[in-house]
C-alpha cells in the first residue's frame, strides 16, 4: 500500500484516477479548493482535504504533504485568466515540487499535456499561451529537481471509455481519453522505468503497462 496524495482532487482525471488507487489498496488523498466537492471526492474512496493550493506557501504545503509516498499533480487553473492561470500552473506547481522536497515526498508525476515544451510555438495573443507558458515552466523546474519524477503529456481529453491501450511513439498531438490517463498515472505510480521520462501519448494499440514500460 502506498499513499498518494493527488492535488487537483475534484478534476475529471483525478475522480477516475483515485477509485483506481484505492481499488489495488492505496490510501488516497485527495486535495481539493471547494469544500462543496468533498462529497464527490468522498464517493471515489479517497479522503478530501480542503486547501487553497493557490496561496499556500511551499511551508504550509511540506506540512500537508508529510507522510505521503507520492504525489500527483492533477490541477489547473481552467484557463480564461491569464494571471491565475501562472499563479496556479507554474507558481503553485513549482512550489508544490519544493515543498515535495522538503517533506521527503520522492516520487512526484505531473500530468501536463503533449505539446507542453519552452518552444511551444502559442502566440502571445492567443488565449492559450498562459497555459502553455505556465505548464512549460513548471515541467522544466521539475525536471531540474532531485525528485523522482515523471511527466506525462496526454494529447487532447475525451470522455471516452477506457481502452487500456495507449501510443507513446507519435510526434504529433491525438487524442486520448480522460479514463485512459488516470489508468496511466496509475501504472506509472508503480513502474520505476517512468521515473526521469517525459512520457507523451495517444490514444492507441498498446497495453499501458508495456507502452510506458
Known amino acids: 500500500m502506498a499513499r498518494i496524495l493527488i492535488i487537483g482532487g475534484h ?14 489498496g492505496d490510501d488516497v488523498t485527495s486535495i481539493i479548493r471547494n469544500p462543496a466537492h468533498a462529497a464527490d471526492v468522498s464517493a471515489t474512496g479517497a479522503a478530501p482535504v480542503v486547501a487553497d493550493i493557490e496561496n499556500l506557501a511551499a511551508a504550509e504545503l511540506a506540512t500537508l504533504f508529510a507522510g505521503h509516498d507520492a504525489i500527483v499533480w492533477s490541477a489547473g487553473a481552467g484557463g480564461g485568466n491569464p494571471a491565475r492561470t501562472y499563479a496556479v500552473d507554474r507558481d503553485a506547481a513549482i512550489r508544490s515540487m519544493d515543498a515535495a522536497s522538503s517533506a521527503a515526498v520522492d516520487r512526484y508525476v505531473m500530468v501536463s499535456y503533449f505539446g507542453a515544451r519552452q518552444d511551444h510555438g502559442v ?3 492567443d488565449p492559450f499561451h498562459a497555459y502553455a507558458d505556465a505548464k512549460a515552466a513548471a515541467d522544466d523546474h521539475l525536471r531540474r529537481s532531485a525528485l523522482s519524477w515523471t511527466v506525462l503529456g496526454p494529447s487532447s481529453l475525451t470522455l471516452g471509455d477506457p481502452t487500456g491501450r495507449i501510443d507513446v511513439t507519435s510526434t504529433e498531438s491525438g487524442s486520448v481519453s480522460r479514463a485512459d490517463v488516470a489508468a496511466v498515472v496509475a501504472v506509472t505510480l508503480v513502474e520505476d522505468a517512468t521515473i526521469g521520462r517525459t512520457i507523451r501519448f495517444n490514444s492507441g494499440t498498446v497495453p499501458i503497462a508495456e507502452a510506458i514500460r
Do not use: E, F, I
Open 123 to 125: 502566440a502571445p495573443d
Open 11 to 24: 478534476g475529471k482525471v483525478a475522480l477516475l484516477l483515485a477509485p483506481l488507487l484505492v481499488d489495488r
